[in-house]
């Protein structure tokens, strides 16, 4: 066993099937038939739709209102437009980061400023802020990565110093609180993406959809005119001045409504949310304890008053090259893969150094656009972000097990044991 499988030995981890919890499928099938007997696909008054907001509200958001969108990019185009991103504006993202969260600015004519990560958390870092913050600055997205939370407080103290808006960009990390309070309802608005199926997709997953979820009505209002054209409520929802003089159809600038076969299936996931969390954070904490030995491998912290949660695309955890001779991430990566455990990658470059923000690009053919370089667009370069380019190329996953069979994390674990033990075989 001490021949490493990628070398030709025998690997240690032989689990043909690693994750035995299912959706409730009867009922989401149930659900669906309801929907397609009624031919209510587009009925945003109809009562599974309702229901769904409702209960989002009252099981993870915690705000005053939500409303159901059809993705996680179009709930952060409409919070990036409720809050008053325009022409000319900046907002401030860490580098480390999913491309969606703050490339609808671009759209609204505004450009992401990228800022460091804190090296142990891997989210925003608050102490960054001050040296991105420009005349131009009016938002801070705080993206809740892969379950992790952001250290909120800084953060907001920092935006309400500023007079910034605060985005949070929920999508991963569904269930998570900071303070006690959930993610989504501290700063001004809170999106949250639905993509994909259970299990493996986003923490309430839809097939496609997403929510959106403020306690400020302007906010809430300025989103409903933008792209909820024909809402059931939109008349008596619009109550501000001059939203109150438009008609059904808002603004109609773009579509945002899901249909309501993805809220179905959002039903299910929804109700199954709690269980699924607390058993993935029950068996993260049992394999780091069988890998509290591993030096290779260092797990990211958790701030004070944050309770991680949701855990889309695997837990991020900080490889430590210099523990195992230098040995290079991908390789001790494809070691582990190889003994029948599933490592993940780090998912993201930095963008700062990523296309098209490190060169700009322009969106039309004359040239104009938010991150055009003959618009004034100034590209980072590597060495702007020297914490986050230090740490990024040695982020590694493990997977997130809600029920997984007898043994695997044992043998999970006893596989990137033997990695380390065995490193010298690699270099």
């Given amino acids: 066993m001490s021949k490493l499988a990628l070398l030709g030995g025998e690997p240690v981890c032989k689990f043909e099937k690693t994750e035995l919890w299912e959706p409730d499928r009867a009922r989401e099938l149930a659900l669906c038939k309801r929907i397609i007997d009624e031919r209510a696909f587009s009925d945003t008054g109809h009562e599974i739709a309702v229901q769904f907001e409702q209960n989002f509200k009252e099981?993870?958001?915690?705000?005053?209102?939500?409303?159901?969108?059809?993705?996680?990019?179009?709930?952060?185009?409409?919070?990036?437009?409720?809050?008053?991103?325009?022409?000319?504006?900046?907002?401030?993202?860490?580098?480390?980061?999913?491309?969606?969260?703050?490339?609808?600015?671009?759209?609204?004519?505004?450009?992401?400023?990228?800022?460091?990560?804190?090296?142990?958390?891997?989210?925003?870092?608050?102490?960054?802020?001050?040296?991105?913050?420009?005349?131009?600055?009016?938002?801070?997205?705080?993206?809740?990565?892969?379950?992790?939370?952001?250290?909120?407080?800084?953060?907001?103290?920092?935006?309400?110093?500023?007079?910034?808006?605060?985005?949070?960009?929920?999508?991963?990390?569904?269930?998570?609180?900071?303070?006690?309070?959930?993610?989504?309802?501290?700063?001004?608005?809170?999106?949250?993406?639905?993509?994909?199926?259970?299990?493996?997709?986003?923490?309430?997953?839809?097939?496609?959809?997403?929510?959106?979820?403020?306690?400020?009505?302007?906010?809430?209002e300025r989103i409903i005119a933008m792209g909820h054209l024909n809402r059931y409520n939109l008349k008596d929802e619009l109550t501000e001045e001059p939203l109150n003089r438009l008609t059904s159809p808002g603004w109609a600038m773009v579509k945002f409504r899901p249909t309501n076969l993805s809220l179905c299936i959002a039903t299910v996931a929804l109700d199954a949310l709690p269980y699924r969390n607390r058993r993935i954070q029950e068996n993260y904490d049992k394999l780091l304890d069988l890998l509290k030995d591993v030096t290779a491998l260092k797990p990211i912290k958790e701030y004070p008053k944050a309770q991680n949660g949701g855990y889309y695309g695997h837990m991020r955890i900080i490889y430590q090259p210099d523990e195992v001779g230098g040995l290079a991430p991908e390789k001790f990566q494809e070691a582990v893969n190889a003994e029948g455990a599933s490592l993940a990658g780090r998912s993201y470059e930095g963008w700062h150094i990523t296309p098209p923000y490190d060169t700009g690009m322009a969106y039309y053919d004359d040239g104009r656009g938010a991150i055009s370089p003959s618009q004034g667009y100034k590209a980072p370069k590597y060495g702007d972000l020297p914490v986050s380019e230090a740490v990024i190329p040695n982020i590694l996953a493990l997977p997130t097990m809600i029920d997984p069979p007898d043994g695997y994390i044992e043998a999970f674990a006893e596989a990137i044991k033997k990695v380390q033990e065995n490193y010298e075989d690699l270099l």
């Fill in 59 to 220: 099981q993870v958001a915690g705000t005053e209102y939500v409303l159901a969108h059809n993705n996680g990019t179009s709930t952060l185009l409409g919070a990036f437009f409720a809050v008053g991103v325009g022409p000319g504006d900046e907002v401030i993202t860490p580098t480390y980061n999913w491309i969606c969260s703050f490339a609808p600015v671009t759209i609204l004519g505004a450009r992401p400023i990228f800022a460091e990560i804190d090296p142990d958390t891997l989210c925003l870092d608050p102490a960054d802020l001050p040296n991105r913050l420009t005349d131009k600055t009016k938002a801070i997205i705080a993206p809740h990565l892969f379950g992790a939370v952001c250290d909120m407080d800084p953060i907001m103290e920092f935006a309400h110093e500023h007079g910034l808006a605060v985005v949070e960009d929920c999508s991963h990390s569904h269930g998570a609180t900071y303070d006690g309070k959930p993610i989504g309802s501290i700063g001004d608005v809170g999106c949250f993406s639905m993509q994909g199926g259970s299990p493996g997709g986003k923490p309430v997953a839809a097939g496609e959809g997403g929510v959106v979820a403020t306690d400020n009505r302007h906010y809430y």
